[in-house]
């Protein structure tokens, strides 16, 4: 393989960790707070596929676009509402198992109203414009990608750094009972919490089904089971381990699927879930926990 | 003179900064109440965890009737501590999980009580049976082990029995009332069939009165299971009445030893009650 | 006397059901779609009592059941595919000579060993999911209760990767899956039609599993479930009994998955997606998470109403001239997701909770009905 090439499969494996990293935020912000895996989220991604798609058979671009992430977050904080939060007192396993309840229902719902034929995802024409950089030629989208990822990810650690419902969240995170009984607001952190994370998987969405070019009812399982690793990786709850965890996933992935090991490409990820949680429960970034008897 | 059953040299814990046991030695002698007290907070639990193997010590040693069941002898930061036996080597470890320190014939109970509580009074104290059980899996499985099993099922109930809990045998045990289950927990804590019992806090939320019934049961079981009791108390009363021999801990660090006399009278114990009191 | 009364009960059930077999065996032609529902729910409802043997019992979050069924499907399809079919399933990259010398020596076996041998291949299969369940539990079983399940889930979609990978076409055949798998055998010389061997195979395994459920081991499983720590303090190794309960667990799925290569005579590594145990999930929750017999009971009526009775959901229906609405493709599992919900919800204990069945509380439910009813009078 020449240079070029491994250099331009570089350049889609960064591009592809950028949109497993707006994902993963979604993954590690949920899990810091709640506790849980949200199984249902690599579905809300799947579902602001179909909404772009729906958006921009009826409105100019930048109104499709701001729709769908209105209508991902609005489902993302519905989500929570309904499914996760009469659950809060429950036992662990059964807010997991709603959680896969709702993954289930988002599937079969979308297969009833979309049908399981993969439906085309509509291009921007701005975003799949060809640049070349030297030798190495790549669309807008693959160069926005990761650039984006960053200037989010840096507005959102100055939300969570800088403000105070950032401060309620990082609180919360830390010891939820506690937090609830200094007159946080649990709640709306919790909402905040996945609006936020439905927000940026509204965007990853959006800039990886533009690379992928088709939506089923079952893109966002894998793409999203891949995100939690990644998100375990980086350390659970960490911001920043969860944005490097999915650039490693992402580029890693591109160059097994290069290297012609394209049915071991999901399977590594989990692999790399398992060898790091033997090796280093915490993630790259996370703080050790012990557990009180 | 009664041998020591129990020893900890050196035990250290530290959880990042804050150290909660400070270079713990303590003896238990075989046959005798022992208690651990100190104010909230003393590391008095901490202690019972690195005892019990829930905890490894980040420094020290732990043995127990003539095994070291938990050994600390980290490299260099904390040598000045603690040098272990092992001055030869470097380094050196002896970890065991809290079932195999049960096995070995220690049990205890919890502060905050941890029965099975979906199940039954008696499965509990069945269950508390099965780390002894010589049949495998599959023999258990057939029920190949019928006399075993049948001695498990007469145990458990003479022990329910002793403890008068045999009335409530078929209920949940989160069903009964508050100070039973502390029973409960301590009869399970019995079918392990221990030499040395660690109560965590036995009186915890327990009225005057309750407190005293609970003094005698453990005096009671005591001589019955000839067993040498370990307690953590946080109420004075209760120590008091029964213990032969007091530790007094107050951040992490021992500060008095002996009878209830004379800790009661020490000035040390009475400033970490009471607090210094300011000029 | 209630006892007697009780087993009395249940031997007669367990004859109907045998006589009904048989005669639904005597009549299957007319019978298709009935034969068919109630093997794939007898399959199923292995699977989703070996699933509540570690979720419901020890308490152990696994979400890896697809992977050991495939595991025992594969195995299992292997090992029986006829020699003179192997040219014909493995068309495109040749089947490796291990193999073939393998089903020689098989075929030339005398006919005891041949008729015994698709339940040699079920054990083998069900071995090489516990050898595999006990070296990965090492790994995994050490992990708390979400990361277990994450773990799982990850270790069957490794499973699946490998069998569908290019680098072991000549064994699984890659991508384009196993086909022209026999159907169940006849048990007893013929004495047991095949369309029984299902029934009897899990009847087996769930009986085993209900032994063990009720002996010591299957207590302290329990204790687990409840308490971890306090069950350590108690002197149980946890690591030895998860590691028993995921052993038997995955063991009895792969047995089932060998099973369900043989009913669905044809398998590819798709079939055993993430899907799949969320489908076994949905069947273990329904029925009561701690209860064998809600499993299979829920097994049943789910296998049932998803194959058969709900289809209608399917078709679009119409009254009159007026079509309904709704009604079209999808729409069933629409419902089925609903009902999930409903039941995580609103209704968490599941059909049976935690109890299993019995026959004392289900005729003292109905006096209380008749009681009421003429009390109401």
């Known amino acids: 393989m020449s240079m070029t090439t491994i250099l331009q499969h570089c350049l889609t494996g960064i591009s592809l960790g950028g949109a497993y990293a707006l994902i993963a935020i979604g993954y590690t912000l949920v899990y810091g707070i709640l506790r849980l895996i949200n199984f249902a989220h690599g579905d809300i991604f799947m579902m602001a596929g179909y909404f772009m798609i729906f958006a921009l058979a009826s409105f100019p671009w930048p109104v499709a676009i701001i729709i769908t992430l209105v209508v991902t977050t609005v489902m993302g904080i519905g989500i929570e509402r309904f499914a996760y939060k009469p659950l809060r007192n429950a036992p662990r396993m059964s807010i997991m198992i709603s959680a896969i309840g709702v993954s289930y229902l988002l599937q079969n719902l979308s297969t009833y109203l979309f049908t399981a034929i993969p439906r085309g995802y509509p291009e921007l024409p701005y975003l799949k414009k060809i640049y070349q950089i030297g030798e190495l030629s790549a669309s807008f989208v693959t160069i926005l990608t990761p650039i984006l990822t960053i200037v989010l990810v840096f507005v959102l650690m100055i939300l969570v750094n800088k403000t105070k419902t950032g401060m309620a969240m990082r609180a919360t995170s830390k010891d939820f009972e506690t937090a609830k009984l200094m007159g946080i607001n649990i709640n709306r952190v919790v909402s905040v919490t996945f609006a936020i994370g439905s927000l940026l998987a509204g965007i990853g969405s959006i800039l990886y089904f533009t690379d992928r070019m088709s939506v089923t009812p079952f893109s966002g399982t894998l793409p999203g089971l891949k995100c939690f690793v990644a998100a375990v990786f980086g350390g659970i709850g960490n911001i920043p381990g969860a944005v490097v965890g999915g650039f490693f996933i992402g580029i890693v992935e591109t160059l097994l699927v290069a290297l012609g090991y394209s049915t071991f490409s999901d399977a590594f990820t989990f692999l790399l879930l398992i060898i790091m949680l033997l090796v280093k429960p915490t993630g790259l970034f996370g703080e050790k926990n012990v557990e009180k008897v | 003179m009664s041998t020591i059953l129990l020893k900890t040299e050196h035990v250290t814990m530290q959880f990042g900064g804050v150290v909660a046991v400070d270079d713990l030695n303590i003896e238990i002698p075989e046959g005798k109440i022992t208690a651990l007290i100190g104010p909230n907070g003393a590391g008095k639990t901490t202690a019972f965890n690195v005892i019990t193997g829930g905890y490894q010590a980040t420094n020290g040693r732990v043995t127990f009737d003539g095994h070291v069941i938990g050994e600390n002898y980290p490299r260099s930061k904390m040598k000045k501590i603690y040098n272990g036996t092992y001055k030869t080597l470097n380094e050196h470890q002896v970890i065991n999980t809290p079932d195999k320190i049960t096995r070995l014939g220690m049990a205890r109970t919890f502060q905050n009580i941890r029965l099975f509580k979906d199940l039954t009074v008696f499965e509990n104290v069945l269950i508390a049976m099965h780390g002894h059980i010589k049949a495998g899996m599959l023999r258990s499985t057939f029920k190949l082990n019928k006399e075993e099993e049948l001695m498990m099922n007469q145990e458990a109930d003479k022990l329910l029995h002793s403890v008068n809990l045999h009335m409530h045998r078929d209920e949940k045990s989160s069903s009964l009332p508050y100070g039973m289950q502390r029973k409960l927990e301590i009869a399970r804590a019995l079918a392990t069939g221990p030499k040395l019992l660690l109560l965590d806090e036995p009186a915890a939320g327990m009225n005057p009165k309750e407190t005293e019934e609970l003094a005698l049961f453990i005096q009671e079981i005591k001589e019955t299971f000839s067993l040498t009791v370990f307690l953590i108390e946080h109420h004075m009363d209760l120590v008091m009445d029964i213990s032969d021999k007091i530790y007094v801990l107050d951040y992490g660090k021992t500060i008095a030893l002996g009878t209830a006399n004379e800790v009661q009278n020490d000035p040390a114990v009475i400033r970490a009650y009471l607090g210094v009191e300011e000029a | ?377």
Not at chain 3, 95 to 111: E, F, Q, Y
Not at chain 3, 122 to 127: A, K, M, N, R, S
Not at chain 3, 234 to 256: R, T
């Open chain 3, 1 to 377: 006397m209630r006892i007697k009364r009780n087993t009395l009960l249940t031997t007669t059930v367990f004859a109907l059901l045998v006589v009904f077999l048989y005669w639904l065996s005597a009549n299957r032609m007319q019978n298709g779609m009935l034969v068919s529902v109630l093997q794939k729910g007898v399959i199923f409802a292995l699977v989703a009592v070996s699933m509540n043997l570690l979720n419901g019992f020890t308490g152990l979050f696994s979400l890896g059941q697809a992977g050991f069924m495939s595991i025992g499907a594969y195995t299992t399809a292997i090992l029986i595919i006829p020699v003179k079919s192997l040219d014909g399933v493995y068309y495109m990259n040749g089947v490796h000579p291990g193999i073939r010398a393998l089903k020689m020596v098989v075929a030339d076996s005398p006919a005891f060993v041949q008729s015994i041998f698709p339940f040699v291949a079920l054990l083998l299969g069900g071995l090489l999911a516990a050898g595999i369940a006990a070296i990965v539990g090492v790994a995994v079983l050490r992990l708390k209760s979400d990361y277990l399940a994450i773990a799982t889930l990850g270790l069957s979609e490794i499973v699946r990767a490998i069998f569908s990978s290019p680098q072991f076409d000549q064994i699984t055949n890659g991508s384009y899956g196993l086909n022209k798998i026999p159907t169940f055998p006849e048990m007893a010389w013929g004495l047991i039609p095949s369309l029984l061997t299902p029934f009897i195979v899990v009847g087996f395994c769930v009986v085993f599993i209900l032994l063990l459920i009720n002996s010591s081991y299957g207590r302290a499983f329990k204790a687990i479930r409840e308490d971890e720590i306090a069950a350590e303090a108690m002197g149980i190794n946890l690591y030895k009994h998860k590691s028993m309960s995921f052993v038997v667990s995955s063991f009895f799925s792969a047995v089932a998955g060998g099973l369900l290569a043989m009913y669905m005579r044809s398998i590819e590594a798709k079939t055993f997606s993430i899907t799949m145990t969320y489908d076994i999930l949905l069947i273990v929750v329904i029925g009561g998470i701690g209860s064998v017999t809600g499993s299979i009971l829920s097994a049943f009526l789910v296998t049932i109403a998803k194959e058969w009775w709900l289809r209608f959901f399917d078709q679009p229906l119409f009254f009159g001239g007026w079509q309904v609405p709704l009604f079209r493709t999808g729409f069933r599992m629409v419902i089925f997701s609903i009902l999930l919900m409903v039941v995580v919800l609103i209704y968490r204990k599941g059909l049976m909770g935690s109890t299993e069945f019995s026959w004392d509380r289900l005729i003292g439910r109905f006096r209380r009905t008749k009681n009421s009813e003429g009390g109401a009078a």
